[in-house]
């Protein structure tokens, strides 16, 4: 005989089975009896869907429009500002916020809430109306940015051409500060969207949207930037000195190039003034190493991978490392050991920078009546001097003579006010334009532009190709250089591949003995034209060595490192008329963000190939 608790359970269930059958013939009962009215309801939800599905379609076509417009107008403005008609672009910009909001309101009504939230299907919904209320949260700091750009027209700004006015500068900050929070909000909202949707339309135009988005945002994170301290380094309360270093890329160093003549520089009341001009034997001393002990310390990873070239003592290696920041500090101490002159800040450029300035200028002429133009000033400077000036001492002079002449020529007034903007941003994108300064509210800001040329130390995915002239020749101006960084997979570690080609372009014949003669200790069998190059391959924070080949041979690297990265070394021979490749496979975390790819100066530009698999 089955016990009690079995028993309750069977009652149980034959009770619920009879309920469900009473429940289910009771709604059977109730459809039957009610059929008119449950075919109504359900023709009328069926047009209600309909319905909505027609004006998310109707008001999707016409956001899409608005959208187009917004695009479109946004392309306009920068146009028109990067020309120069200020007024034109403040007349485009006007009916953005307009449009804008118009895009957002044509998909925020209940039917785009209702089809955004259906599981799946909903997504390119959601996209649509997320990418429409951060385009609308960025319109409405237009105007605003539209006035700022007015008041900082570089044409009213610049007073001659050494003097800029700096009181519009500290208005703006204010306005900058407001629209950069805007725009933020507008692109975190935009990140916040799913990554990608089963309808390529709308992810092509959430993307391009975003692109406009950060686009404008770094325009407006760089001009707030230069806003908060560009008073202040221009001398707005004390004089400012600077030291200013020109860079010999035909010699690579960690920051670009050889630091060859130098000038000092006062700022004073947003004036610059140009004070004196000297060739590097002024950093020189007598000696047989011509040594500055300047006493600076940067840690126990700076001094396993740089000590031994003696960069903080000897001015031709003190800029070995990429990181500018210990090369200026380096300058700055030397110079004022040799000087007794204290310097606030340090710039360093190269004769790419010139070039970028002479085209905004015109061209500049020298003492003996040369001219050097946006065209030549690259070739005279890392080419032709050597053959041009046998003599060390008249290639100094000559070299002293051209940066005085740009210098001179930049703060003459020659050239527009935005040219001369454009020419500096360029230069710092390619890290060709580097600043440093003692202040540490200033650096701290210039630490997050291109002009810092300091190497992160956060956990972004990075790499960086660095090289080091190891014979102290000038065969580095025929180098090309190119990169592949590829990174698979996905999950906390990633593989990556890095290929490196470095192709030595050097002619067989004519070049000055100083061109190519060494100091090290040449390979047997080297030639007239062959060198050796010190290669630094810096990694993700983290990033282990799996394998290395060269030209598809095994390989080996030595491993240092500094400021949190792992730096892969290769001591390479490049001989004449040769391409050497580098495979290096690295295993590394996966980091956070995209990555970031160095790119070290050169006389050629580096060449950059980037994939990235996508991880969901």
């Known amino acids: 005989m089955p016990d009690r608790p079995s028993l309750r359970r069977r009652l149980r269930r034959k009770w619920r089975r009879s309920a469900a059958r009473k429940s ?7 459809l039957h009896d009610h059929r008119k009215q449950v075919r109504l309801g359900l023709v009328g939800a069926g047009l209600l869907v309909g319905l909505g599905i027609v004006w998310i379609l109707i008001t999707g076509l016409l956001a899409r429009q608005q959208a187009q417009n917004l695009e479109d107008r946004l392309q306009l403005v920068r146009q028109l500002i990067t020309e120069g008609r200020l007024d034109e672009a403040r007349q485009v910009a006007e009916p953005i916020p307009a449009i804008a909001q118009r895009a957002a309101d044509l998909t925020s009504g209940p039917a785009w809430w209702v089809g955004a939230h259906l599981p799946l299907l909903g997504d390119p919904l959601e996209v649509v109306r997320g990418t429409m209320a951060a385009g609308a949260q960025v319109g409405d700091a237009v105007p605003g940015l539209m006035q700022v750009v007015l008041d900082l027209d570089p044409a009213n700004l610049r007073v001659g051409g050494d003097t800029v006015r700096l009181g519009p500068l500290q208005q703006a900050v204010p306005d900058l500060e407001d629209a950069s929070r805007r725009i933020d909000a507008g692109a975190q909202a935009l990140a916040a969207l799913p990554s990608s949707t089963w309808l390529g339309l709308v992810d092509r135009g959430r993307d391009r949207i975003g692109g406009d988005i950060e686009l404008i945002r770094g325009y407006v994170d760089a001009a707030k930037r230069v806003a908060q301290v ?12 600077y030291f200013i270093g020109l860079q010999n890329e035909a010699e690579l160093r960690g920051t670009g190039g050889l630091p060859g003549a130098f000038a000092i520089a006062r700022a004073y009341h947003g004036t610059l003034h140009f004070t004196h001009f000297y060739s590097d034997a002024e950093l020189l001393p007598p000696g047989p190493d011509h040594l500055i002990p300047t006493g600076l310390q940067f840690g126990p990873g700076y001094d396993s991978a740089y000590g031994p070239s003696l960069p903080t003592s000897t001015f031709v290696d003190s ?27 340090v710039l360093a450029l190269d004769p790419t920078v010139l070039s970028y300035f002479l085209n905004v200028t015109g061209p500049a002429r020298l003492p003996d009546g040369q001219t050097i133009n946006a065209g030549n000033v690259i070739t005279l400077t890392q080419r032709d001097e050597y053959t041009l000036f046998p003599d060390n001492i008249q290639r100094k002079k000559f070299i002293v003579a051209v940066l005085k002449a740009a210098s001179e020529k930049l703060t003459s007034g020659a050239g527009t006010g935005l040219g001369v903007l454009h020419a500096a941003s360029l230069a710092g994108n390619e890290q060709r334009l580097l600043a440093w300064s003692e202040d540490p509210q200033i650096e701290h800001v210039l630490e997050q532009s291109h002009f810092a040329g300091a190497i992160p130390q956060d956990r972004r995915p990075f790499s960086a190709l660095v090289l ?27 593989d990556v591949l890095v290929t ?16 190519y003669s060494r100091l090290d200790n040449p390979p047997p069998g080297a030639e007239q034209g062959d060198y050796r190059s010190l290669i630094d391959l810096y990694a993700t924070p983290g990033a282990q060595l799996q394998s290395v080949t060269l030209d598809g041979r095994p390989s080996t690297a030595s491993v240092e490192h500094d400021l949190d990265h792992p730096m892969f070394r290769f001591d390479l021979e490049l001989p ?20 970031q790819i160095w790119r070290q100066p050169g006389v050629a530009p580096l060449q950059v190939q980037v994939y990235d698999q996508p991880c969901g």
């Open 500 to 515: 490196i080609k470095l192709t030595n372009n050097a002619p067989a014949a004519g070049l000055p003995p100083y061109v």
């Open 468 to 494: 080091n002239n190891a014979s102290a020749g000038k065969l580095d101006f025929y180098l090309t250089r190119a990169v592949a960084y590829e990174r698979t997979g996905c999950g906390a570690f990633r």
């Open 576 to 595: 004449r008329a040769e391409t050497q490749t580098l495979a290096v496979h690295l295993r590394e975390p996966a980091g956070v963000g995209t990555p």
């Open 319 to 345: 800029n070995v490392s990429p990181h500018f920041p210990y090369a200026a500090r380096i300058w700055q101490a030397m110079w004022e050991i040799r000087s007794g002159q204290h310097v606030d800040g």
């Open 230 to 241: 560009l008073p202040t380094m221009l001398g707005k309360d004390t004089p400012q000195t």
């Open 24 to 30: 289910l013939g009771g709604l059977r009962a109730y």
